[in-house]
């Protein structure tokens, strides 16, 4: 039977987040929806990765840093999160994962970070995937309405990794970081994102693709897209179809809440229905 994880902890949640912008509300509505009673869909407990592992990625100054800033355990859960569903994809243990994640981080370089990012739980999750055995190719899609620029900047120069950004504004590098145009609907977005995205995984040949998904590209977000929450199943599934179709290639999603929480309650159970392979609408 294909599995997909879902991994969390209640330590991500947050009831005093800003903008009412909580991860543990889109949890909820996963629950809601009985999607745990399912046998084919797994909750896993993310458990926080040890300092030492973030230091492959961040230097020992920005750790401290974090840790001054009360923002540590948020953080290393977070990527914990992420670390594990690689572990359990990439080990075949389950067919894909959604990693719930309760702050940001692809605006977290080697020794910095801004807007409510921290550490770079891609970057971490790669290091340690690579220092395991685990992998060497990746491909990350960021359709956050902001630039990865944390994340760019940290497989800069990295030929293994393909780094596809839907911010209309970044500077490409070569041809595995590639900055695109959004869209400003539903239907004009997910036709781009199907004509762009599948091609350049196929021809990369990744074992892993993961899909950055940033609810701020909502229509009730801050940022300046429309979307609705019904775009982010409907990505999935492109993302989904792309993995199966390529030989051996995973598929891990990465969701945190920069949206209204109803976003994240609506959103997440439509996510985890494409990923397990059930009718979403
Ligand atoms: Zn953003
Ligand atoms: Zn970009």
Not at 3 to 12: H, I
Not at 58 to 83: I, K, T
Not at 228 to 252: G, N, W
Request: charged letters at 25%; hydrophobic letters at 35%.
């Amino acid at each position: 039977m294909k599995e997909t994880g879902v991994f969390y902890s209640e330590a991500m949640r947050n009831d005093q987040a800003p903008s009412d912008m909580n991860i543990g509300k889109g949890f909820d509505g996963i629950v809601r929806e009985g999607l745990f009673e399912e046998q084919e869909i797994r909750l896993f407990e993310a458990k926080p990765v040890t300092e030492d592992l973030v230091l492959r990625v961040h230097s020992r100054d920005w750790v401290q840093h974090v840790r001054r800033e009360g923002m540590w355990e948020l953080s290393v859960c977070s990527a914990g999160a992420v670390v594990m569903a690689f572990d359990k994809v990439l080990a075949g243990e389950i067919h894909n994962a959604l990693a719930l994640v309760g702050i940001g981080g692809h605006h977290a370089g080697r020794d910095y970070a801004y807007g409510g990012c921290y550490v770079n739980h891609e970057a971490i999750a790669v290091a340690w995937a690579r220092e395991n055995g685990r992998g060497t190719r990746f491909a990350i899609v960021d359709t956050d309405t902001h630039h990865g620029d944390g994340t760019r900047g940290l497989f800069s120069g990295d030929e293994d990794v393909l780094h596809i950004c839907y911010c209309g504004y970044g500077k490409g590098e070569g041809s595995t970081k590639v900055c695109l145009p959004h869209a400003s609907s539903d239907d004009e977005f997910v036709r781009r994102f199907r004509n762009e995205v599948p091609p350049l995984i196929r021809g990369f040949k990744p074992e892993l693709v993961l899909w950055f998904c940033g609810l701020d590209t909502h229509r009730d977000s801050y940022g300046t897209r429309r979307l609705t929450s019904d775009c982010y199943p409907r990505l999935c599934e492109v993302l989904k179809e792309t993995a199966e179709d390529v030989p051996l290639v995973r598929l891990v999603v990465r969701v945190g809440c920069n949206a209204p929480s109803h976003v994240a309650a609506d959103a997440l159970p439509k996510i985890v229905k494409v990923l397990a392979g059930r009718p979403w609408r």
